[in-house]
C-alpha cells in the first residue's frame, strides 16, 4: 500500500526567506504526486501535481516542487515565502493503476513570522 | 478546475442524531470522494462515490454509519448517522478534476460538532 511521510509537523520562517516543505513517499512505481494547501477555515487547494516528464513541477502562488526518484521524494519549495502562506501543507501519492485514491501525508503547518 | 459547493459550512449537532451533508459540482464529473479531517489531522478517505453504482467505503467505515447518495452527474450527499463526539471533524467532498490522473479538486468542507 502506498504512504507518503512528511517528517516535519511544523515549521516556522521568517518572511522573504526561503522554504522548502520535505515529502517521502512509498509506492511500488512512479506514483501520481501533489501537494495541496489548507488555509485555516478553507478546504484543500491544490498546488502543483506531478505526473510524468521533468522532474521539477511548478504550481501556483510561485512554488515548486522537484521529483527524485531515487530519494523517494517531492519536496516542496518556495524562494521567499510571504505571509499569507501560513497554512497547513500536504503532500499526497496518487495510484497510477487504480481508482484514482489519494492518499495524504499528516501535513505540514507554516508559520511565518515578520 | 470544478467549482464545489458543501452544505451546510458548519453545524453543531446533538449525540443520537444525524445530519446530511451535500456536495454539488458544477460540471458533471465520474467520480466523488468524501473524506473526514479530524481536528488536527490529516485527510482520511472515507469513500468513493460513482454515479448509478454503491459506493465504496474504506477499511474502517460502513455504510450504516456514513451513507451516501449520488443520484446524478454533479451532486452527492454524505449522512452521518448516531453522531458521538468522536464525529466532530470537517467532512470534505471532492471530485475528479478533468486531468484525470488521480487530480482531486476539493470543496470548502463542513465543519461539524457533535455535543
Known amino acids: 500500500a502506498q504512504s507518503v511521510t512528511q517528517p516535519d509537523i511544523h515549521i516556522t520562517v521568517s518572511e522573504g526567506a526561503s522554504l522548502e516543505l520535505r515529502c517521502n513517499y512509498s509506492y511500488g512505481a512512479t506514483p501520481y504526486l501533489f501537494w495541496y494547501v489548507q488555509s485555516p477555515g478553507q478546504g484543500l487547494q491544490l498546488l502543483l501535481k506531478y505526473f510524468s516528464g521533468d522532474t521539477l513541477v511548478q504550481g501556483i502562488k510561485g512554488f515548486e516542487a522537484e521529483f527524485k526518484r531515487s530519494q523517494s521524494s517531492f519536496n516542496l519549495r518556495k524562494p521567499s515565502v510571504h505571509w499569507s502562506d501560513a497554512a497547513e501543507y500536504f503532500c499526497a501519492v496518487g495510484e497510477v493503476m487504480g481508482n484514482e485514491k489519494l492518499t495524504f501525508g499528516t501535513g505540514t503547518r507554516l508559520t511565518i513570522i515578520p | 478546475s470544478a467549482v464545489i459547493s458543501q452544505k451546510p459550512s458548519r453545524d453543531i449537532c446533538q449525540r443520537g442524531t444525524s445530519l446530511t451533508i451535500q456536495c454539488q459540482v458544477d460540471s458533471q464529473v465520474t467520480m466523488m470522494f468524501w473524506y473526514r479531517q479530524q481536528p488536527g489531522q490529516s485527510l482520511t478517505l472515507i469513500a468513493t462515490?460513482?454515479?448509478?453504482?454503491?459506493?465504496?467505503?474504506e477499511s474502517g467505515f460502513v455504510i450504516d454509519k456514513f451513507p451516501i447518495s449520488r443520484p446524478n452527474l454533479t451532486f452527492s450527499t454524505l449522512t452521518v448517522s448516531n453522531m458521538s463526539p468522536e464525529d466532530s471533524s470537517i467532512y470534505l467532498c471532492?471530485?475528479?478534476?478533468?486531468?484525470?490522473?488521480?487530480?482531486?479538486?476539493f470543496g470548502p468542507g463542513t465543519r461539524l460538532t457533535v455535543l
Open positions: 471532492s471530485v475528479e478534476g478533468l486531468a484525470g490522473a488521480g487530480t482531486q479538486y
Open positions: 462515490a460513482n454515479q448509478g453504482s454503491e459506493a465504496t467505503y
